[in-house]
Structure formats: structure tokens, C-alpha cells
């Protein structure tokens, strides 16, 4: 499967899709926005979350970071409540290792009641694991038993007051979708609302469920619990049970590399030197792809030459008339290639360069280091305000910047020419 | 004590997340809740945002979001 990857939360705000083959049954993969969460309403969120929920795949495999497995899990209980066919995948295996993170993947496969396999993407072997899980599990090969999350008492005793009500509204094929729904109807969120009446052709407006939901919110105002608390008690809820989960399955031990890490960070973001080192790290990136690319840029050149050379000959041989050759090869040819031969090598250069910076972690320290000034250059719209440490959304400005950047140096240059 | 009045490397835990709901709702979703614990571990040369960590990751806060979230400290 080609697929391009970025690394922004929000970069594929859209589902991509390829086909996958193993052992000889195709299978359709579809690659849906990456979340921590499906509560919320942000675009991706809401296309994540209405895939899941009613593009009816055969399984979603939900995909975790090794390294940061306790605020991961919070999304698997979210996507429990949603589907009932989950493998879990918990990736970046070696580079949990790496940090001193040891996950028993037994115990979390009994702990979530879905099967777990773990992964290190880049080595082939681990990823048919994960394939043969999947078969294993649309073959009815394992037998999922969902341990979802249970919620304080309160808010168990309102699903169990909706419940008979909206069994009888869901059609058959969507039973595991009930608790869900009366969570949804309890904490009244009236997009989700709206989305799962269209997609599952229903309707809420009944007037036994309008009663029964008016005892509920009579209950919780009798607990003192608002409106708007309900969902942050359910978030709370999910986050301890990951917590718990954790601990049972998460063995952490001091490791080199954590150190060594947290020791290149207070460096690279340290007061003196961050910024310093920073320009000079952009400054090196950008001398190289300057002065290197000279050097591919006169060969180039030299060989579109030399290459005109044979279709002038070539262009006279079948005598065309010189108003023709001179709108090829003056025109179209010399244009072209002079383009190519000016705009390829930066590209080819700085580009890799840049990726290599990316994947160094150097970006989110630039991020983490000019925040307040990209905040001042984008005040004028609302920003998201938080962001996590290796992606985030300042990483596209420095990027898109230094994009720029790069462009005005290569148009320099070819002015200069 | 707010949060980002919490010197670094001392761990204090969060007492109670006062933010916009929006904002409340991603910083729970990253796990900050009432009870956990965090420790301010990097502040950015220009002072903000600050490095937090928090159930084994580093998640950074601007001062905007961390001076609405109490601590016991």
C-alpha cells in the first residue's frame, strides 16, 4: 500500500484507502483520521468517530503508541462503545524498549477483552500478526468479550432507565450500539444526536423516551450533577480505568535513553542555548542545500546541453521549419529544463534534510521553542491551544515558513542565473 | 497553587481543571484529571509554553490553559 503519511495531528482529515492482500483474500483497509479521542466535534474527530460507527467495517484496528500507552487506551474504551469487532495494535514496540516501557500484551488483551497484537511497523513479520488477528477475528476465530468501561452509579442507573426505551428503536443489526446511545441522550450532545438518527434512519422524537429521559435528568439534578459535568464524569471514568489497566500491564524501568533524551531536551530548549542552536541547525540545512546543489544543478544543466544539442540536429534532419525549432527548443525545451535544472537539486536536497530533522525530533523542540511567536503571528483566529510533545499543529508553520522560505532562495537564485 | 505557578520539577496533583469546555475536554482527554499527578519538567527559552509530565509522556501547556488548571501545591 503507497499511502502519503504526515505527522500533524489532523493531517489525513479525511479517510484514505488501499487495498491490502493476505493470504490471498483482499482486503480493503481505510485509514481514518488519527484522534485521542472521539467525544469531542472537531472534523476529524467526527469523520473517525462516523466511520467507526456507521461505515460498518468488518473490524477497526485501533492503533497505539507503545510509548504512551496509559492516554492511548482512552480512545480504545471510546471506540468499544462503538463497534464491536476491535483488534488492538500496539505499535513502536522497540522504541517503548527503547525508553524502559515493557507492555504485557497478555494481560492487556484480558484486561480489554479484545485480541492484542503488538507491532513494530517496520519490521514485515510483526505487521502479518497483525493481519492474521484481523482474519482471525472476521472469522469469527476469536471470540471478542468487550470489557467496556463502567461508570460511576449514577450514571449506570440513567443507561439502565433508557435502555428499554431505545431497544426498542434500534433495528436489529445495531443492538451493540445501545449503551452508547443512552450515554449520547444523556449527556445530550445534539450533533452526535442528529449524525446517529440520519445514519441509522431513526428517530428519537417519542414521547415514552422524552419521559424517561426527563426522569433522568430529574435524578442527576437531584445528585447535584450538571448538565454539562456528565461528560467530563465519563471522561474521568475511562481515564482511571486506563489508569488501572496500566498498572497491570505496564512495567517501567529507568532507561539510558530516557535520560539521555530528557538531557538533548533541556539542551535544545534550554535559555541560552535553544534559540541559538536552532538558527544554526536551520542555518547549516540551509547552506548545504544551497551550496550543494549547485553541483547537481551545473551537471544537470550541462546535460539538458548537450542533449539539445542532438534535437536541433535532429529537428534539421527532418528539416522543419525554424519558426518550429525555435518554438521547441528555445521556447518549451530550454524553459523546462532550465526549471528543472534550477528547482530540482534544492528540492531533492532540502526536503530529505528536513524530513531527517523531523524525525531527529528537532522540529517539536523548534515548535516548542517559538510557540509564543507563531501564537502572535496567528492570533488573529482561534488557535488550538494545546499541543503534545512530537506532533503539532506549530510544526506545520515552521515547516509551511521555512517552505517559503526555501522558494524565495531558489528564485534568487535562478534570478541571478 | 495554579499549575503554572509550580516550580520546575516539583509534582504536584491536579486538584481541578477550570478551562473553556473545549479545551477542558482535550486536556482530559490527554488524561489531566482531577487527582493526577504532573510535574513541570522544560519551560521554553521565551518562558512559554512549559513541558509537563504527566502518566509517562510530556505534554506541553501554554500559560493561557495551565494557569486555569488548581493543584494542591
Known amino acids: ?417 | 497553587m495554579t499549575l503554572n505557578e509550580v516550580e520546575l520539577n516539583r509534582e504536584v496533583k491536579v486538584k481541578c481543571v477550570n478551562c473553556d469546555e473545549n479545551i477542558k475536554r482535550r486536556i482530559l482527554d490527554l488524561g489531566i484529571i482531577e487527582g493526577t499527578k504532573i510535574k513541570p519538567v522544560l519551560k521554553s527559552p521565551l518562558g512559554d509554553p512549559t513541558a509537563y509530565e504527566v502518566r509517562g509522556t510530556l505534554i506541553s501547556l501554554r500559560k493561557e490553559d495551565s494557569k486555569n488548571i488548581l493543584t494542591n501545591a
Open chain 1, 1 to 417: 500500500m503507497n499511502q502519503h503519511t504526515g505527522n500533524w495531528p489532523g493531517k489525513t482529515v479525511e479517510n484514505s484507502s488501499g487495498v491490502c492482500k493476505y493470504k490471498d483474500k483482499n482486503y480493503l483497509l481505510v485509514d481514518i483520521p488519527g484522534t485521542y479521542s472521539i467525544m469531542s466535534n472537531s472534523e476529524e474527530e467526527e469523520i473517525a468517530r462516523d466511520y467507526i460507527c456507521f461505515g460498518n467495517p468488518d473490524a477497526t484496528v485501533v492503533i497505539l503508541d507503545a510509548t504512551c500507552l496509559e492516554r492511548n487506551l482512552n480512545l480504545v474504551y471510546q471506540i468499544m462503545e462503538i463497534t464491536p469487532n476491535i483488534v488492538v495494535c500496539v505499535n513502536l514496540l522497540d522504541e517503548a524498549k527503547k525508553k524502559g516501557i515493557h507492555i504485557n500484551l497478555d494481560v492487556l488483551e484480558k484486561e480489554l477483552g479484545v485480541p492484542v497484537v503488538g507491532t513494530i511497523a517496520r519490521k514485515k513479520k510483526t505487521l502479518n500478526r497483525l493481519m492474521q488477528k484481523v482474519e482471525d477475528v472476521l472469522e469469527g476465530k476469536i471470540n471478542t468479550n468487550l470489557k467496556r468501561v463502567k461508570y460511576i452509579p449514577i450514571i449506570e442507573d440513567c443507561i439502565q432507565m433508557l435502555t428499554c426505551e431505545v431497544e426498542k428503536i434500534l433495528p436489529q443489526s445495531k443492538q451493540y450500539l445501545l449503551r452508547w446511545i443512552c450515554l449520547k441522550l444523556i449527556d445530550g450532545e445534539e450533533k452526535i444526536l442528529e449524525s446517529i438518527q440520519k445514519n441509522l434512519n431513526i428517530s428519537f422524537n417519542n414521547e415514552k423516551l422524552d419521559a424517561k429521559l426527563e426522569e433522568v435528568y430529574e435524578l442527576l439534578e437531584k445528585n447535584d450533577i450538571k448538565k454539562e459535568d456528565i461528560k467530563n464524569k465519563m471522561v474521568a471514568s475511562i481515564v482511571i480505568r486506563a489508569e488501572g489497566v496500566c498498572i497491570d500491564a505496564v512495567e517501567f524501568s529507568q532507561s539510558k535513553k530516557q535520560n539521555r533524551d530528557r538531557k538533548i531536551d533541556k539542551i535544545l530548549t534550554s535559555k541560552i542555548w535553544g534559540i541559538p542552536i536552532m538558527i544554526a541547525f536551520l542555518g547549516i540545512i540551509l547552506w548545504i542545500t544551497i551550496v550543494g546543489a549547485n553541483y547537481p544543478s551545473m551537471l544537470l544543466s550541462d546535460l539538458f546541453g548537450w542533449a539539445k544539442g542532438f534535437l536541433v540536429e535532429g529537428l534539421n534532419a527532418i528539416y522543419a521549419p525554424t519558426w518550429l525549432t525555435s518554438i521547441l527548443i528555445d521556447g518549451v525545451y530550454s524553459t523546462v529544463t532550465w526549471i528543472i535544472s534550477v528547482m530540482l537539486p534544492p528540492m531533492a536536497i532540502f526536503f530529505p534534510m528536513f524530513t531527517l530533522l523531523e524525525d531527529l525530533g528537532v522540529l517539536p523542540r523548534i515548535a516548542f521553542n517559538l510557540d509564543k511567536c507563531f501564537r502572535k503571528a496567528c492570533s488573529s483566529r482561534e488557535t488550538s491551544t494545546y499541543h503534545v510533545h512530537g506532533s503539532d499543529n506549530v510544526v506545520n508553520y515552521t515547516f509551511k515558513i521555512i517552505s517559503i522560505l526555501s522558494l524565495i532562495i531558489i528564485l534568487s537564485k535562478s534570478l541571478s542565473m
